[in-house]
């Protein structure tokens, strides 16, 4: 168990619509990052949050966002849903920038 | 921007033989980090090895270890005495040491190496 939690497990919802994922990363862990993992790109990183603060950002479209709060935990919120977007969509944590990262064991999004 | 390849989709190995897993990257920067991660069929993402490019010696835990050479920017992993439990797609990561810039810790993956470990 790597400490860092998501949910939902799987989320199977429709075009069009709106999931929120949630991520609680590692005790002590300040650092969080969204990676999306589909067969044909991928492991694609997202964005990076640091206490709170975004610290990087990667491939992350226009119709997703995140954020982090003050108790640490992340939530990555995706709208106008395409097929597309259905994929893997994994939390890491780290302490520092330098630490290793610990995933989560992600969430499985199906949009149909 | 930094890349990361892996060239062998799949791989085979037999219980108890040795397999090794190629990876190279491609990076302007002189200091940084390389990773292998496990995923397994449970989907969870596992860290094997860790190497410091500072460090000239090869990282090795346990039955993994890596052949690091950073003139030819490879990085390969070698699984001895392979396990059924080995069985899992394998990626190869690269890290910059230094914070700043959009990097800030962020991992970046080849596209992963299937294993399968026949009995």
């Known amino acids: 168990d790597s400490g860092v939690t998501q949910t939902p497990k799987h989320l199977i919802t429709a075009t069009g619509q709106r999931v929120t994922l949630r991520c609680s990363p590692r005790?002590?862990?300040?650092?969080v990052y969204w990676y999306q993992q589909s067969l044909d790109q991928g492991l694609q990183f997202l964005i990076q949050?640091?206490?709170?603060?975004?610290?990087a950002k990667g491939n992350i479209l226009e119709r997703f966002s995140a954020q982090q709060f003050p108790d640490l935990h992340s939530e990555l919120n995706l709208s106008s849903l395409e097929l597309g977007d259905s994929a893997l969509y994994f939390c890491?944590?780290?302490?520092?920038?330098?630490?290793?990262?610990?995933f989560g064991n992600g969430t499985r999004l199906t949009v149909t | 921007a930094q890349t990361v390849t892996q060239s062998q989709p799949e791989m085979s190995v037999q219980e108890a033989e040795t397999v090794t897993l190629s990876c190279t990257y491609d990076?302007?920067?002189?200091?940084?980090?390389l990773f292998w991660y496990k995923q397994p069929p449970s989907r969870q993402m596992i860290l094997v090895i860790r190497?410091?490019?500072?460090?000239?010696q090869n990282a090795t835990e346990n039955r993994f270890s890596v052949n690091f050479q950073k003139a030819a920017k490879s990085f390969s992993l070698k699984i001895s005495d392979s396990q059924l439990g080995d069985a899992a797609m394998y990626f190869c990561?690269?890290?910059?040491?230094?914070?700043?810039?959009?990097?800030?810790?962020?991992?970046?993956f080849g596209q992963g190496t299937i294993l399968t470990v026949h009995p």
């Open positions: 990561a690269y890290r910059r040491s230094n914070a700043g810039g959009t990097s800030y810790g962020k991992l970046t």
């Open positions: 949050y640091y206490n709170g603060e975004e610290r």
């Open positions: 005790s002590g862990d300040l650092s």
């Open positions: 890491a944590s780290s302490v520092h920038y330098n630490s290793p990262l610990h």
């Open positions: 990076t302007s920067e002189s200091d940084y980090y």
């Open positions: 190497q410091e490019a500072y460090k000239q």
